[in-house]
């Protein structure tokens, strides 16, 4: 695969997913503590389709449980980052929601609201906003910074 067919595969999934495929895998990876094939098992999917995705030699991940789950752990990951949780005790979470099989509902329901927010808007116009609202609707705050962009870094 040439380096252009690479990088519109990137661009393809950044368009789907808020961000490449390989920022998303990697923070979740390094954050949470596991290999890239534990990582691809948590997900439901071979080790050598993750690498294929983000190494941007695929584009998306056909399975929608397998983008929940990708969901959860980026949210966890997330969580992790900013002190909520430690990395073992999200770690211990998404292992808990994939074998319950709870992860989809909520996940889908992110995955479409970071999908709908990046595509209407600019992270820092997301963050004005939030700074207005965090007085008198806090929840909505949060919910503009998580899914708005600033949640990804």
Same mark, same amino acid.
């Given at each position: 695969?040439?380096?252009?067919?690479?990088?519109?595969?990137?661009?393809?999934?950044? *368009?789907?997913?808020?961000?490449? +495929?390989?920022?998303? !895998?990697?923070?979740? &990876?390094? #954050?949470?503590?596991? $290999?890239? =094939?534990?990582?691809?098992?948590?997900?439901?999917?071979?080790?050598?389709?993750?690498?294929?995705?983000?190494?941007?030699?695929?584009?998306?991940?056909?399975?929608?449980?397998?983008?929940?789950?990708?969901?959860?752990?980026?949210?966890?990951?997330?969580?992790?980052?900013?002190?909520?949780?430690?990395? *073992?005790?999200?770690?211990?979470? +998404?292992?808990?929601? !994939?074998?319950?099989? &709870?992860? #989809?509902?909520?996940? $889908?329901? =992110?995955?479409?609201?970071?999908?709908?927010?990046?595509?209407?808007?600019?992270?820092?116009?997301?963050?004005?906003?939030?700074?207005?609202?965090?007085?008198?609707?806090?929840?909505?705050?949060?919910?503009?910074?998580?899914?708005?962009?600033?949640?990804?870094?």
């Amino acid at each position: 695969m040439t380096s252009p067919e690479i990088e519109a595969n990137t661009r393809a999934q950044a *368009e789907l997913y808020g961000e490449p +495929l390989g920022i998303i !895998v990697r923070r979740c &990876v390094q #954050t949470l503590g596991v $290999t890239q =094939a534990r990582m691809a098992s948590l997900l439901g999917i071979s080790a050598p389709m993750l690498s294929q995705l983000v190494n941007g030699h695929r584009v998306k991940i056909g399975n929608p449980a397998a983008v929940a789950r990708l969901q959860a752990a980026y949210d966890i990951a997330g969580r992790v980052t900013r002190g909520e949780t430690t990395s *073992e005790e999200g770690l211990a979470e +998404l292992e808990r929601e !994939v074998a319950g099989g &709870v992860v #989809t509902h909520r996940s $889908t329901e =992110a995955v479409v609201l970071r999908t709908v927010l990046s595509a209407a808007g600019d992270p820092d116009e997301y963050e004005a906003a939030a700074v207005l609202l965090d007085a008198d609707h806090p929840l909505i705050a949060q919910v503009l910074r998580q899914y708005g962009g600033h949640g990804r870094g």
